[in-house]
């Protein structure tokens, strides 16, 4: 399961983060039982690009042969639940588990990942954090947008791409705070992500973003951005709900966190 979720994330995360490496996980479908001794490379990739800070080989070993470590915390295996890599996390994500006989909240987002002991704490967080992600997001879109506009009126100006970019030092716009585009053939958006034996009772949020139609190619294969709309996914084990307003999704939210 984990190589399954670690697969659509990074494909999902490339597909708006042009410029990363290629994907560590390439022509590995098919690898059997995944063994440190044999695959250091392998597991060198998987540990400075794709898993979590923190994580051991043995811990990486073990979830890329779905098995779930006995002493890896719910809060630890939230982070691969919530989109978080090695180099940047897919989208802000919240998550309510039993912490022995107590609820607890954990709050995945880029650099700041925070747990709770009280909903309302864990919620105000989730709140700054997702609005902080999704506001930079916007500005990274528009960034970008400025920069194809003004590529395209140089290339029509009879200037040539490649000297356009060296004179920019090879540098050009990144979208560094992605959040997820919904998965078109999931019957219940995402929330594949808790159905694992630790997470029974786990309730989340999820920010989707579902952004305008595909914008038309401006010069050659060159696009803009489509204007990024965030919509909130909540989730349990067996269904999901999208709401337009983080407000609403929060009230859901707070609703199932707190029943019995």
């Not at 204007?227 to 709900?241: E, G, L, N, Q």
Request: charged content about 20%; hydrophobic content about 40%; aromatic content about 10%.
């Amino acid at each position: 399961m984990v190589r399954r979720i670690i697969a659509l994330g990074l494909l999902l995360a490339f597909a708006v983060m042009p410029g990363m490496a290629a994907d560590p996980l390439q022509n590995e479908s098919d690898r059997g039982n995944f063994s440190a001794s044999n695959r250091q490379a392998d597991l060198a990739r998987l540990r400075d690009f794709v898993y979590p800070k923190g994580f051991s080989d043995q811990t990486i070993v073990a979830l890329e042969n779905d098995k779930v470590p006995a002493d890896l915390s719910v809060a630890e295996y939230a982070r691969l639940h919530c989109g978080e890599y090695n180099r940047f996390v897919l989208y802000p994500c919240i998550i309510r588990y039993a912490d022995g006989p107590h609820a607890a909240y954990y709050v995945v987002t880029q650099g700041a990942n925070m747990s709770f002991a009280e909903l309302a704490g864990a919620t105000a967080y989730y709140r700054e954090r997702v609005a902080d992600t999704a506001g930079k997001l916007a500005m990274e879109v528009d960034v970008m947008n400025m920069f194809v506009d003004d590529f395209c009126a140089q290339i029509a100006a009879g200037s040539r791409a490649v000297d356009i970019l060296t004179a920019l030092g090879g540098d050009r716009p990144r979208i560094n705070h992605p959040i997820a585009p919904p998965n078109p053939v999931a019957k219940y958006q995402f929330s594949n992500l808790f159905l694992w034996e630790r997470c029974m009772d786990c309730v989340g949020i999820v920010a989707v973003n579902q952004p305008d139609p595909t914008q038309p190619p401006t010069c050659g294969t060159l696009r803009k951005q489509s204007t990024p709309h965030i919509a909130y996914f909540v989730v349990d084990r067996t269904t999901s709900k999208g709401h337009r307003s983080l407000d609403d999704s929060i009230t859901a939210f707070t609703r199932l966190a707190t029943r019995p």
